[in-house]
């Protein structure tokens, strides 16, 4: 690789390294940030919301079947006018419409007769399956519960019912009533808050069966068929809020819990971090490509000045920087080359030693602004009448060198005599300087035993018998 190309090599690399460092670090900076914000603000906080939702949908009907447990009209009802079961079902619909719960029910203890809004509907036998939860209702001490149960008086889906117990003054149970929400209801309620926040919220008993869950994500029935909660079952299902971190597979999860005394159920919200962190991860995407992009910008940038300067410095390095052709060390590889080649080829090859006539003179007349116009124009001449498998340098000062590369003597002879000609009757040279410039030459064709060295030689020394001789000539040797 050339050392150009190592440059720009190592400066990608460099940049790359740098570009990815910097985007790494920020994206862990980042999401560090976003866990610590999930763990400490958007958690709690989202917990309270639906912890205050929930105290609308689903606490409130729990504190109006408190009330109409409590509700004397109801108890002096069940005592004394259970046979007028239109003013029931009024009181019924009234409390159904102004809550706007799906159902409100009251069963009574003595006839056991279940009325609703739409008065009496049956006559529960505790040997009925569908009636089941009436008798073991009243088998334990709690006052109310939540029961989720089918009823086909009402809906053929599944209903949560918040069922209270009602005592008379002396403490005997005298009813049971209640409210009804429809479960798709409450799912649909659960699914907002899946959709809204990113949590994903259950409510389990003490027993840790799952009361209310999203249907369509929640299939287990108890924390005890949750493997990774399991063992967190004790923390879950006491009364103190905490937090919990989980692993599932190759996924995180966060637990928030939080105890609900009205429904007497444990609240879980669980986060996905993935799904709070996936920002962080566009954004690192996002910045890598960014960072990338730049860094190729740059590196095609450095790619390209350092190719422009380098081409500079081969130019400026194998060339005459005032007359623009070949200089004398470049001129002497590729004759080297050409001599190597006629070792094989035997192929005619010829050398023209050209030198300006009295240029010293002219420099000093003229100055050297005028003698630098004269040396670009002859360079000019010379290297317009060769052809481009010859060779054209300047040797130093006001003299050149030619080869002739495939040319015989007669031909070299031929092309040197036009050079001297089109020289001497220029007519720019003349618009430069008033008087005639002309040029002697020295020309030789290379033997077999010539070196480098020698063929330059005889190629100046041939040149300068043509100065002695008079100059603006061609001399041969």
């Given at each position: 690789?050339?050392?150009?190309?190592?440059?720009?090599?190592?400066?990608?690399?460099?940049?790359?390294?740098?570009?990815?460092?910097?985007?790494?670090?920020?994206?862990?900076?980042?999401?560090?940030?976003?866990?610590?914000?999930?763990?400490?603000?958007?958690?709690?906080?989202?917990?309270?919301?639906?912890?205050?939702?929930?105290?609308?949908?689903?606490?409130?009907?729990?504190?109006?079947?408190?009330?109409?447990?409590?509700?004397?009209?109801?108890?002096?009802?069940?005592?004394?006018?259970?046979?007028?079961?239109?003013?029931?079902?009024?009181?019924?619909?009234?409390?159904?419409?102004?809550?706007?719960?799906?159902?409100?029910?009251?069963?009574?203890?003595?006839?056991?007769?279940?009325?609703?809004?739409?008065?009496?509907?049956?006559?529960?036998?505790?040997?009925?399956?569908?009636?089941?939860?009436?008798?073991?209702?009243?088998?334990?001490?709690?006052?109310?519960?939540?029961?989720?149960?089918?009823?086909?008086?009402?809906?053929?889906?599944?209903?949560?019912?918040?069922?209270?117990?009602?005592?008379?003054?002396?403490?005997?149970?005298?009813?049971?009533?209640?409210?009804?929400?429809?479960?798709?209801?409450?799912?649909?309620?659960?699914?907002?808050?899946?959709?809204?926040?990113?949590?994903?919220?259950?409510?389990?008993?003490?027993?840790?069966?799952?009361?209310?869950?999203?249907?369509?994500?929640?299939?287990?029935?108890?924390?005890?068929?949750?493997?990774?909660?399991?063992?967190?079952?004790?923390?879950?299902?006491?009364?103190?809020?905490?937090?919990?971190?989980?692993?599932?597979?190759?996924?995180?999860?966060?637990?928030?819990?939080?105890?609900?005394?009205?429904?007497?159920?444990?609240?879980?919200?669980k986060a996905n971090l993935e799904d709070f962190t996936y920002d962080v991860k566009k954004i690192l995407f996002f910045n890598l490509f960014v960072s990338l992009l730049i860094t190729f910008i740059i590196a095609t940038?450095?790619?390209?000045?350092?190719?422009?300067?380098?081409?500079?410095?081969?130019?400026?390095?194998?060339?005459?920087?005032?007359?623009?052709?070949?200089?004398?060390?470049?001129?002497?590889?590729?004759?080297?080359?050409?001599?190597?080649?006629?070792?094989?080829?035997?192929?005619?090859?010829?050398?023209?030693?050209?030198?300006?006539?009295?240029?010293?003179?002219?420099?000093?007349?003229?100055?050297?602004?005028?003698?630098?116009?004269?040396?670009?124009?002859?360079?000019?001449?010379?290297?317009?009448?060769?052809?481009?498998?010859?060779?054209?340098?300047?040797?130093?000062?006001?003299?050149?060198?030619?080869?002739?590369?495939?040319?015989?003597?007669?031909?070299?002879?031929?092309?040197?005599?036009?050079?001297?000609?089109?020289?001497?009757?220029?007519?720019?040279?003349?618009?430069?300087?008033?008087?005639?410039?002309?040029?002697?030459?020295?020309?030789?064709?290379?033997?077999?035993?010539?070196?480098?060295?020698?063929?330059?030689?005889?190629?100046?020394?041939?040149?300068?018998?043509?100065?002695?001789?008079?100059?603006?000539?061609?001399?041969?040797?």
């Amino acid at each position: 690789m050339k050392s150009k190309y190592k440059v720009v090599f190592f400066i990608t690399i460099l940049l790359v390294i740098l570009s990815l460092s910097i985007s790494t670090v920020n994206y862990y900076v980042s999401l560090e940030s976003a866990q610590k914000h999930l763990k400490n603000q958007s958690l709690p906080l989202s917990l309270d919301n639906i912890y205050s939702d929930i105290q609308k949908h689903i606490i409130q009907p729990y504190l109006v079947s408190s009330m109409m447990a409590n509700d004397t009209f109801l108890q002096d009802w069940l005592v004394n006018e259970e046979h007028n079961v239109n003013k029931i079902s009024r009181y019924l619909e009234n409390i159904k419409n102004k809550y706007h719960m799906f159902n409100a029910f009251l069963v009574s203890e003595k006839t056991k007769k279940y009325y609703t809004q739409n008065g009496f509907l049956e006559v529960l036998n505790k040997n009925k399956a569908s009636n089941k939860w009436y008798y073991n209702f009243l088998s334990t001490e709690k006052k109310h519960e939540i029961n989720l149960d089918f009823n086909k008086y009402l809906s053929n889906n599944l209903i949560m019912f918040i069922n209270y117990k009602i005592l008379d003054k002396d403490l005997n149970l005298i009813g049971v009533t209640g409210l009804a929400l429809k479960i798709s209801y409450i799912d649909d309620l659960l699914k907002k808050f899946r959709k809204k926040h990113n949590f994903i919220v259950t409510f389990y008993n003490s027993q840790g069966d799952v009361v209310l869950a999203e249907r369509e994500i929640t299939k287990e029935k108890n924390i005890n068929e949750i493997v990774e909660l399991k063992k967190y079952k004790d923390l879950i299902l006491s009364k103190k809020s905490v937090l919990l971190e989980y692993s599932k597979g190759l996924e995180q999860y966060i637990l928030n819990t939080k105890y609900i005394p009205e429904l007497d159920l444990y609240l879980t919200v669980k986060a996905n971090l993935e799904d709070f962190t996936y920002d962080v991860k566009k954004i690192l995407f996002f910045n890598l490509f960014v960072s990338l992009l730049i860094t190729f910008i740059i590196a095609t940038i450095i790619y390209f000045i350092i190719k422009n300067y380098s081409n500079k410095l081969e130019f400026l390095s194998n060339n005459d920087a005032l007359t623009n052709v070949s200089n004398r060390r470049d001129f002497e590889e590729k004759l080297n080359y050409h001599l190597n080649i006629f070792k094989r080829r035997k192929n005619d090859i010829s050398l023209v030693f050209i030198d300006i006539d009295n240029f010293k003179d002219l420099n000093d007349k003229y100055g050297h602004e005028i003698g630098d116009r004269v040396l670009k124009r002859v360079a000019e001449i010379l290297k317009s009448e060769i052809r481009k498998t010859d060779l054209l340098a300047r040797w130093g000062g006001e003299e050149f060198i030619i080869t002739l590369v495939d040319s015989n003597l007669e031909s070299s002879k031929k092309i040197t005599e036009k050079l001297r000609v089109l020289i001497q009757t220029d007519i720019k040279l003349k618009e430069i300087i008033s008087q005639e410039i002309s040029a002697s030459f020295g020309l030789t064709l290379l033997e077999e035993s010539d070196s480098l060295e020698k063929l330059i030689a005889r190629a100046d020394e041939a040149m300068y018998k043509a100065k002695d001789n008079g100059k603006n000539q061609v001399c041969i040797l």
